[in-house]
Each structure stands twice: as C-alpha cells, then as structure tokens.
C-alpha cells in the first residue's frame, strides 16, 4: 500500500539528522511561525535544525519565540573551525604562516594561550533533508536556493503548503487544501511524529501562523478545526494576548494616518463591486508592505458595497515594483485575478507583483487588465466603469488629448450607472475622472489574456500557445487516519 505524503514526511524526517528550513521570499506571520515551531518541535527529538531567511524580517515579529536562532545566511562545507576564547584572552592580531609540514599562527596576545581555551570544530554539513514552508513555487523559495541550486538537486526536499497554485516541486508534497495555514498543517505532523506539543514557545509560534492567516478567526478561510486546534494551542500555553497585541494593536502613528489615506481615496465599482485604493509610502520607510496589506480587511469590513477589494502599494523597500493585495468576500475568489500578474495565494487572500516605479501608471494599466478579464461577465444593459475605460481608449486613438488633470475620486460615491442617469453634471465628473484610469497597456489583446506564467508552461510542454485547457491545480489532501 502507498503511504500517504504525511506519512512519507514522517519517515523522511525520522532518517534525517541535520535539516534545514527554508520558506518564500518577503516572509510573513504564518511562515515564521511555522519555521521556528517546527525548527522547536524537530530539536525535541534530536534533530540538528538551520532555519535562514535571506530577506530582512519586519520588527513586527520580533515577539516570536526564538525569532533570533534565525540565520540570515547560509553554507555547508567539509572545513574545520578553530575557535579560541577570546573573552579569556584578547587577541589583538594574527597572522599564519605556513614552514615545511606545519602551519604557524601567530597571536597578539597579552595572556598565555591555554589548551581550555581552544576549541576545533567541524565547520557546517550538508543537510540531509530540507523543508520549505508556505512557498508555492521554486522561483519563490528563499534565496538559498539561487546560491545553492545543486544542493535542491542532491537532498530530498519537503514541501508543505495549503494554497492552491502549489507547483508540488518537493520530493514529497504535504499539501492540504482545507487547511487555513501551514501552521495548521504541523500541528498534525507532529502528532504523527510522535512530538507533544508542552510548551508555550512551541503552542505560541504555532497559534501566532493560525491567527495571522485568519486575521484572528475573521476570514471566511476559518473552519472548525483551526478553531479546535487553536483552543488546544491556548490550553497548552500559548499567548494569544501577545499574538493579537503584536499583529494588531501596535499601530506607529504613520501608519494610521497612511491607513486614514487609503480610506479616503477609496474608488468603488458598484457593477462588479470592486473597491480598490492606492498609497505611496516610496519616501517612508517606517512602514512596510506587511503594514499596508494588514488595512485589506478592515477596508473590506467598511466597505460592504464591495465584494472584493484591492490595495496597490508602492514602497521604499523595492521602489520599482507595485504590490497588490486582493481580498474577497461572498464567494467572490481572487486568486484567479493574482494569477493575472504572476501572483498567488489563497482562494480569497491573495497578492502579486506588477514592475513599474510610477503607481498612478501601474493602477491604470492593472485596472484595465482586471476589466479585461471580467469582460464576459458583464451584462451589457448598462453602462459601467469598464466601458467607459474601453471607449476612452478608443477616442485617445482618434484624438489628441489635452493633459488631464489628477481627477478628485474622494467623493466617498460609486462610479455606477444610477447617479449619472440621474444627472448630467455629475456625469461629466465621472468621465473626467475616469481619463486617470483609461490608459490601456499599449499592445494588450482585450480577449484571450494568457498569464505569462502559462505560456511558459505550455512551452515546456510542447504545445501550442493558449491551446492548453486549464485542467486545475491537482488536489493532495493527506488522511489523517492513515497513520494510526
């Protein structure tokens, strides 16, 4: 009989001796949680454990238990390190020398050397396994992987994710689609290693990645068994106090009043209600990305005229990319609009990457492709904002047009068909303001929009550009029953 991945994971790791963990680039809350729990729970049986993350980790995270055995960087070697107190004894310099069979150090030292005071170790292994957590694709693993590709070539390689567009690189795939984090998904591996979960450190990482996928039990992504888990976590010790003041009541001034800007710039579509919103914190960098994508849900919150909601940002950190987070409500999914960009993540939490260091450039151009996409869903007995994109970009063909003033779309109102039918004033406004997004990407078909991600795809495969089929992302739920 076939064992399950989980139960191939288990075997995997109890052969194992030294591992190393890796995740996504830009990590988040569910990532390092899950790295520093399973880097906890894999040293309780023994296992010599590396966790690198090459990107710089937000302060927001700082409260994580053992946040700081985090490595920056990464290697392996055969070298042996001669190590030398020098607490004990102060070195002011050295040099070497090597006569004959003998290599000769010099020391600028006040005190005598003494044999305690040396150690010699072996210098780094090879790992015998490594685990990549919360990361959908190989492009996107840490950038380990970039300077030690040969390494992924020579060491099996454990993927455990919950998010639908995972490419199941791993030698071996813990892929749980119900799960709401990966978090979630090692509370049952561990059971099934045989590690208790007894300690506060170990119940607090865990339950922090459960309570940053779920923004703290408000998304639709919560189900009864993150719910169970995260009560047996909080009986085991785990601070929830802690978790929910770090990740949502530590908000620096900046912040809010950025937050303040985002709400009040807010555009709302009512045909497809889709609300979306800009900020450009390029000059700022007090705050980050992760600052920004946390105010998704609360403008999903106050915005009940929309059912999906998008966040464009521009920051310090990468100045030449736009970030977009998307949310959805009511069955309205979004990853399907990520995967436009080249983005990923969850049926209704997701994000992507558009390359361009001019935002007002960027919202224009990414609002027409979305528009494209919806294009067969609109009924077409009414005017909406779409359409109008669409005829303005054909009257920039055939005219010359003056420049246009930045539009004021802080009218707190929704661009739909109703207000302007009732008024012919109000009319103009809006397509005055709508002139600020009709700037179409210059070459774009408006049907067939094929991501490149596909075409890539479709060419590794030999066939023919767009006549590949969507056949779905295979599904690979473990059972958990197999293992008893």
């Not at 085991?236 to 990740?247: K, L, M, P, Y």
């Not at 985002?262 to 800009?278: G, P, Q």
């Not at 990923?344 to 939490?349: E, I, L, M, Y």
Request: without cysteine; proline residues 4%; negative net charge.
């Amino acid at each position: 009989m076939e064992l399950s991945p989980k139960q191939q994971a288990v075997n995997e790791i109890k052969r194992a001796n030294q591992v190393l963990i890796l995740g996504h680039q830009k990590p988040e809350g569910d990532q390092l949680g899950s790295m520093l729990a399973l880097k906890i729970a894999l040293e309780k049986i023994n296992k010599k454990v590396d966790v690198v993350v090459s990107d710089k980790i937000d302060n927001l995270y700082n409260f994580l238990p053992g946040i700081k055995n985090i490595k920056n960087k990464y290697r392996h070697s055969n070298e042996k390190i001669l190590k030398i107190d020098t607490k004990k004894v102060p070195i002011k310099g050295m040099k070497w020398q090597k006569e004959d069979d003998f290599l000769n150090i010099y020391l600028d030292a006040e005190k005598n050397l003494k044999f305690e005071f040396i150690e010699i170790e072996n210098g780094p292994t090879k790992p015998d396994l490594i685990i990549i957590i919360n990361t959908t694709d190989i492009e996107k693993i840490d950038q380990v992987y970039d300077k030690n590709t040969e390494l992924f070539f020579e060491v099996p390689i454990i993927n455990i994710d919950f998010h639908p567009g995972n490419e199941y690189f791993g030698s071996i795939n813990l892929i749980d689609l119900t799960a709401t984090s990966s978090a979630e998904i090692l509370v049952s591996l561990f059971e099934s290693l045989g590690i208790k979960i007894d300690s506060p450190d170990l119940a607090t990482n865990l339950l922090s990645g459960i309570i940053y996928n779920t923004q703290s039990f408000r998304n639709q992504n919560t189900t009864p068994k993150s719910l169970t888990v995260a009560a047996q976590l909080l009986a085991t010790g785990a601070n929830q106090q802690e978790i929910v003041s770090n990740f949502y009541k530590k908000k620096p001034v900046t912040l809010l009043k950025l937050w303040g800007e985002m709400l009040e710039n807010i555009n709302l579509d009512k045909t497809h209600r889709f609300a979306w919103t800009k900020i450009d914190s390029s000059n700022d960098d007090s705050v980050s990305r992760e600052d920004i994508f946390g105010a998704a849900d609360d403008l999903l919150t106050n915005t009940p005229e929309a059912d999906v909601v998008l966040i464009l940002y521009r920051g310090s950190e990468e100045n030449d990319l736009v970030f977009g987070k998307l949310k959805g409500s009511k069955n309205k999914e979004v990853l399907s609009i990520s995967k436009l960009f080249g983005g990923g993540g969850t049926t209704f939490d997701a994000y992507f990457e558009y390359k361009d260091n001019d935002l007002e450039r960027a919202e224009k151009n990414i609002l027409k492709l979305i528009a494209d996409f919806w294009q067969n869903d609109d009924t077409k007995e009414k005017q909406n904002l779409w359409d109008v994109i669409e005829k303005e970009d054909i009257n920039k063909k055939n005219t010359k047009t003056a420049p246009v003033e930045k539009p004021d779309l802080v009218n707190k109102r929704s661009l739909g068909e109703d207000e302007k039918e009732s008024d012919p004033n109000k009319n103009d406004a809006i397509e005055e303001a709508l002139k600020s997004i009709s700037i179409a990407t210059k070459g774009q078909t408006k049907k067939g929009f094929t991501p490149i991600r596909e075409i890539i795809d479709q060419k590794k495969q030999g066939l023919p550009e767009r006549d590949q089929k969507d056949e779905g992302v295979p599904i690979d739920i473990f059972d958990e029953g197999e293992d008893e």
